[in-house]
């Protein structure tokens, strides 16, 4: 297992995202980011087990996305006070 922390310069590069989520098998991020994935559909190759989704309300419309764009990828909200989500 590794962690890895992705520059900012990156961040908004689609190629160098696809290329880092590839072997990447938990993802947390706020459900904005999370929607640009998979809207720009760089998760497609990814070995995805897990999603984090957290910072920002989670909205149906994104959690209907996740389920039909990736098969048997858990999706965890952690939305809400920090101490009830911790």
């Known amino acids: 297992s ?3 922390l992705c520059r900012s310069e990156f961040i908004k590069s689609s190629h160098h995202i696809q290329k ?12 904005s980011y999370y929607r640009f994935l998979q809207e720009e559909e760089l998760l497609s ?5 897990n999603v984090i989704l957290a910072g920002e309300n989670l909205d149906q419309s994104l959690v209907k996305l996740h389920f039909d ?8 909200n952690e939305y809400g006070p920090t101490e009830g989500t911790v």
Not at 45 to 49: A, F, G, I, P, T
Not at 69 to 76: D, E, I, M, P, S
């Open 2 to 4: 590794q962690l890895i």
């Open 20 to 31: 880092l989520l590839k072997d990447t098998e938990t993802l947390l991020c706020v459900p």
């Open 45 to 49: 190759d990814s070995k995805l087990v």
């Open 69 to 76: 764009k990736t098969k048997n990828v858990n999706l965890f």
